[in-house]
């Protein structure tokens, strides 16, 4: 229950805190902030193999010049019903969720598919 609450306050905060929309490179300056990002996907890869089994999306350039990352968690990439680092590929793209640094590089990670919409 306290997780099903959790879930759905992260989610009502994204949706009041993310009114307004940024480009990729705009979001990479936007490092702690809850904010939805609006760009398209360049390419991927899915590290099946790693820890948590994530998936890196380059969004807004090709990797290595993409502004920011977005890391699909391997629970949540099973949920999906696709493959996304091919089916996103080349597609315009919002996410939403909280812009962190990883290795000095921005990324947001998406913890539910509700974070994704293909436009």
Do not use: W
């Not at 609006?38 to 999306?57: A, H, M, Q, V, W």
């Amino acid at each position: 229950m306290k997780k099903t609450f959790t879930f759905i306050l992260f989610c009502l905060s994204h949706y009041f805190l993310a009114a307004q929309t940024f480009s990729a490179e705009q979001a990479a300056k936007k490092v702690g902030d809850s904010i939805k990002v609006c760009d398209k996907i360049y390419g991927g890869r899915f590290f099946e193999t790693s820890n948590g089994s994530p998936t890196l999306l380059n969004m807004g350039a090709v990797y290595p010049a993409s502004p920011i990352t977005i890391m699909i968690l391997g629970d949540v990439r099973a949920k999906m019903g696709y493959t996304p680092e091919l089916q996103l590929k080349d597609k315009n793209v919002c996410v939403l969720g909280k812009v962190i640094l990883f290795k000095e590089k921005p990324e947001i990670i998406v913890y539910n598919i509700s974070q994704i919409q293909v436009q």
